[in-house]
């Protein structure tokens, strides 16, 4: 079984910086891809960032040249580097990984950008 853990949210300034951690666990070594997805009050969750197994990303257009995505594949580790964060960031950001049976979600991060 898959266990994702995000960690790292918090509240900050608009303008400021955040990194998000997602540590995974379990039976991983057969995932395709890894990302980060968000959820605001009253929306949908949507795309953030993912990477496939390969190293290729695929970013929203609302977060491009500012978040970046990273993996540790020793340590199991996604990352979400956000830089120039904006009020409307505000979400819930959730871990994602997906392997050739199923998709797993961590239980999401809380990030909050004030104005």
């Known amino acids: 079984q898959v266990q994702l853990v995000e960690s790292g949210g918090g509240l900050v300034q608009a303008g400021g910086s955040l990194r998000l951690s997602c540590a995974a666990s379990?039976?991983?070594?057969?995932?395709?891809?890894m990302g980060w997805y968000r959820q605001a009050p009253g929306k949908q969750r949507e795309l953030v960032v993912t990477i496939t197994s390969g190293g290729g990303t695929s970013c929203a257009d609302s977060v491009k040249g500012r978040f970046t995505i990273s993996r540790d594949n020793a340590k199991n580790t996604l990352y979400l580097q956000m830089n120039s964060l904006k009020p409307e960031d505000t979400a819930v950001y959730y871990c994602l990984l997906v392997t050739h049976s199923s998709n797993y979600w961590g239980q999401g991060t809380q990030v909050t950008v004030s104005s």
């Open positions: 379990g039976s991983i070594s057969s995932n395709i891809a």
